[in-house]
């Protein structure tokens, strides 16, 4: 196994590109949004809400967009939130009328969630699992939604389609938005060093940062746009659309890598819609 190193990306942690089990990725990943939970919040709380659904750091919002169907479609239906971190989206679909539930892999993300449902009123029921294994029955939902949830972090995307589909009803929606393949070429910078290429598109080796043992400490896997729509074929999915929301005017937030510059230039994300066959 080879693994390629650059500079620390912060005391004791470099990045490497290596392979990595599901087991280690789980743990590393579990651990990572544990100990990120309270950071993260105080840095995007505000921008996701307590009881909003947005889709990504364009600021692209369901209301605004109705990817999972129009309100009167969502008012009485069973909706699986995958990834759901805090849950602002499973609390928004749960004020529509929708009935909702949210797993995501993170204890300290689903402390934050169960602190915003006593601040809302909103109480959808969390659940701590990964989306490679869902501790639910079959047939059980008419949607299944994931914002930036658990499918860039998880090793295998059969495993989780083949999950999504088991638990769709017939006709189910499956919608889920995650960094647009292209960005993976690019490094992670917001600013002018963020336009040149620097990674192969087609190099689906994983972007690990690892301690001075080379354990993993957060885990994020590559696929292509081809990728994804094969693996959906083959778990059983029709994709209906893929999403690529532009930059909006005025629009002046930086989240990480994304930012004004680099939106009007490429995409920064992509929502594939989908249906259970």
Not at 4 to 27: D, I, K, L, M, Y
Not at 145 to 172: H, T
Not at 209 to 222: F, G, K, L, M
Request: aromatic share 10%; with cysteine.
């Amino acid at each position: 196994m080879t693994t390629q190193q650059s500079a620390t990306t912060s005391a004791g942690v470099w990045v490497a590109h290596r392979a990595v089990s599901s087991a280690e990725a789980e743990a590393a990943n579990r651990a990572s949004w544990d100990a990120d939970a309270d950071d993260y919040h105080a840095e995007h709380g505000d921008f996701l809400g307590d009881a909003d659904f947005v889709w990504c750091p364009e600021g692209l919002t369901e209301r605004a967009a109705g990817l999972l169907g129009d309100p009167g479609e969502l008012a009485g239906a069973d909706v699986l939130e995958v990834g759901c971190g805090s849950a602002p989206c499973s609390r928004w679909l749960l004020a529509q009328g929708a009935r909702v539930v949210g797993v995501d892999l993170s204890e300290g993300m689903l402390a934050h969630g169960v602190a915003a449902n006593a601040r809302t009123g909103l109480h959808p029921p969390l659940l701590r699992a990964t989306a490679e294994r869902l501790p639910l029955a079959d047939g059980s939902f008419d949607v299944t939604c994931s914002a930036f949830g658990a499918v860039p972090f998880v090793a295998s995307l059969d495993a989780v389609f083949g999950e999504v589909r088991r638990v769709l009803r017939p006709g189910g929606r499956w919608v889920f938005a995650v960094t647009h393949p292209m960005r993976w070429i690019f490094p992670d910078d917001p600013g002018p060093a963020g336009l040149t290429v620097t990674q192969p598109y087609f190099d689906r080796t994983p972007y690990v940062e690892v301690d001075e043992t080379d354990r993993a400490s957060y885990v994020e896997y590559h696929r292509t746009l081809g990728d994804y729509v094969r693996a959906l074929r083959a778990a059983g999915f029709v994709l209906d659309d893929l999403v690529e929301p532009e930059w909006p005017d005025g629009h002046t937030r930086v989240w990480g890598q994304w930012s004004p510059l680099r939106g009007k230039l490429f995409p920064g994300t992509a929502i594939f819609c989908c249906r259970r066959a």
